[in-house]
Every structure is written in structure tokens, then in C-alpha cells.
């Protein structure tokens, strides 16, 4: 059984080395986005939060437990600065449930493709 992050890689075709960036990439909201590298300079653990939501995550194997780990991250000791809600400087816990349950949607089956209308006549 292939676990969230080996979904999403495999799905994107990244190495498993670049899932958490990508991940954190897709999931910040668009203040944190911009201002990811100059917090992160000034600030080294700002993000701390979203990265150990973001690496939790990797290890689900059912869309379902995402809820414990958002509990979590909800409680994280990072995670209780107003700045970071009131500006968006933050994971949109909406787009990583997104990404988790697309992730673990069942494959659609192959279906072959119709035989020509010719064919059929003959």
C-alpha cells in the first residue's frame, strides 16, 4: 500500500526528495508563497508548523487520518501567532485536503477505445 507521498510523487513525476517543497509550494496560501524565503531568512522556524504537517502527512496511507494530523497542526506551538492566520502566512488546510484525497482517488479503469464504424459493418 503506497502512502501519500508516493502517490503525489509518482503522480507529478518528482523524485521523493522534492515532495515536501513541492507540497509546501502548493499548499501555502499566497502571502506565505511570496514571503516563504524572506521569513525563513529572518525567522528560520516560521514555517516549522507547516513543514511537520507537511512531512506527517507524507506517511498517510488513507485520506482519513489527515483529520488527526490537522488537529495537530491546529495545536502546533508554531502555529498560535495571530500574524500567521490574520495574513495568511500559513498551509491552507483546504488544499492539502485536496491534494490528499485527489491523491487517493481510485484510478480509472483503462477502457479501450471504440472499434471503428466501419468495422462494425462488415
Do not use: I, K
Amino acid at each position: 500500500m503506497s502512502n501519500f507521498a508516493q502517490r503525489y510523487c509518482n503522480a507529478r513525476g518528482l523524485s521523493s526528495a522534492r515532495y515536501s517543497r513541492s507540497v509546501l509550494r502548493a499548499t501555502l496560501h499566497l502571502p506565505a508563497r511570496v514571503l516563504y524565503h524572506p521569513l525563513s531568512f529572518v525567522l528560520p522556524d516560521f514555517f516549522a508548523a507547516d513543514v511537520e504537517l507537511v512531512n506527517s502527512a507524507a506517511w498517510l496511507v488513507r485520506a482519513s487520518d489527515l483529520e488527526l494530523d490537522l488537529a495537530e497542526y491546529r495545536f502546533h506551538p508554531g502555529n498560535q501567532s495571530r500574524l500567521r492566520r490574520l495574513l495568511g502566512l500559513c498551509v491552507s488546510t483546504a488544499r492539502l485536503r485536496r491534494l490528499v484525497h485527489v491523491s487517493f482517488l481510485p484510478a480509472p479503469a483503462a477502457s479501450t477505445p471504440p472499434a471503428p464504424a466501419y468495422a462494425a459493418s462488415r
